[in-house]
């Protein structure tokens, strides 16, 4: 076997180590961890939206939407997931039901999804790193973030997780430009097929727009043609477009304009909250990557990473409003500057052999710790609470639907439906997997005129009345649901009791009790029948 053999299968097992901790990492008890967090209902509720026929927005008076922001965020994120899912038959497929263990699988499924892009991350990572800084660094980076505990929050099925696989290959091919610089067309496809990827990037969730100076610094870099950066930007600036297109096709847009406002003008912690989380999560990692940035500004004064971090960091302390899971776009860059420090480790030393084994070491320490903090976080069982709400909903619709006529138990069809009052985090499911004829109305606020059915089932969790009447807080309105929830009767209570067993006082679980608004951990279902 020649030497070059030997070399590609080396690399071919270096690359094999990182993938397959990524795939343990990511698709251990999808169902059990991370918490079920109430964005990802909301982005499966739109995707379902759009596997029933009834396109990518949802409108206005559409009783499961928010009335009064509809336009959020552009379309691809569940344009793909319904993409991806309806193809396998989503989710007739796994023959739903109305028991926790089936409410289990509807989550599943999708959350699998999201842990096989995060597998396809960590190979895109490998490669951009190996191709820009080398194996050993490339190694490091991918092994950090694979199993480093931060990179948990990828499991969770929201947009970020869904944009982080196109940006990372939108990097790639335009690296790979220079290989093709000479052969004429070809290197103007990969630089439009770069440009679809970021473009569909953008598409999904639009502050990645911040990223454009990277990539046309990569493909400048590599081929000196600027004529080549005019043909990625073209696809880049036109896909997003689609998205106020579409609200101006169908008169909207008017509220896509408000939609946009609200979301820049919405106001928390900012950035400085949001990295106070991550550091909360993963205090090695963000140490290593403050130190591992600084030496490649300062030191090495590498564009790469300056331009990966500094734009997206700018806009996000100007923007007011972010979440601690927005940065997820630098979680590669946290990894490469940290694996760029260490992999510099070895030039601190005189003896070249020892130099070069030192890295690998320093990684397996501190991706031991990494793996060991995530085996205990991703072991954990956080999410039943949620299956058994969702649950609970479904049977008592379904017990609505149907009744007896008289003592001999003969069943009758309810045709007129119930109205279900609750959040629509709790509902999308009774609604788009449950209720396929459409006989119920479901509703995440509530005008008392407009209610039409006898029957009324109430999903009541802490500022029931408030959340409920938010759209129309008007006294009589208030009133008006203040007397149903009094006249109706309590059918059951479910609690959440695994919030319990979080040692709330001790790394790593106290890093889980201050991401999010306070849980809920007690719903109530009445009914005034």
Sequence with gaps: MSRYSHRSNFRFVLLLIPIALSAFTHLWNLDGFPSIYRDEDHYLRKTLHVLSGLGPQEKSDELLSYPLHPYTHPYFGQLFLAAILGGIGYPDSINPSVEPSSIKEIFLVPRMLIGILAILDTFLLFKITERRYGTTTAVIASILFAVMPLTWLIRRIWLEPIQLPFLLASILVAMYLKDYESKGRIVYVLGTVSGVLFGLAIFTKIPIFTLIPLIIYVIYSNSKNWKLVGTWLAPVVLIPLLWPLFAILNGEYDQWVDGLLWQSERENMGITGAFGKLFAIDPVLLLLTLAGTLYAVVKARDLFIIL???????FNLLSGYVSYWHPVPLFPAFCIGSAIL????????????IGKVLPYVFV???GTYGLIVTIMLV???LTSFHYQVISGIANQIQNANTGSISDDSKEYTNKNGVTVLGTNYWLWIPKYIFDRDGINE???YYNGEDIATKKVILVVGKDFVNDMTRDNHTKYNIE???????????????KDNQSNSLQDNKYPFNSLTNLDPNPITRIEIHTNY
Excluded: A, E, H, Y
């Design 308 to 314: 990966w971090f500094v734009p997206f960091i700018l």
């Design 342 to 353: 260490i992999s510099k480790i070895s030039k601190l030393l005189p003896n070249r052999k």
């Design 364 to 366: 397996l320490g501190i």
């Design 379 to 381: 072991t954990l069982n």
């Design 442 to 444: 479901f509703r995440n």
């Design 480 to 494: 008006k649901l203040r007397q149903l929830l009094t006249k109706s009767d309590l059918l059951t209570v479910i």
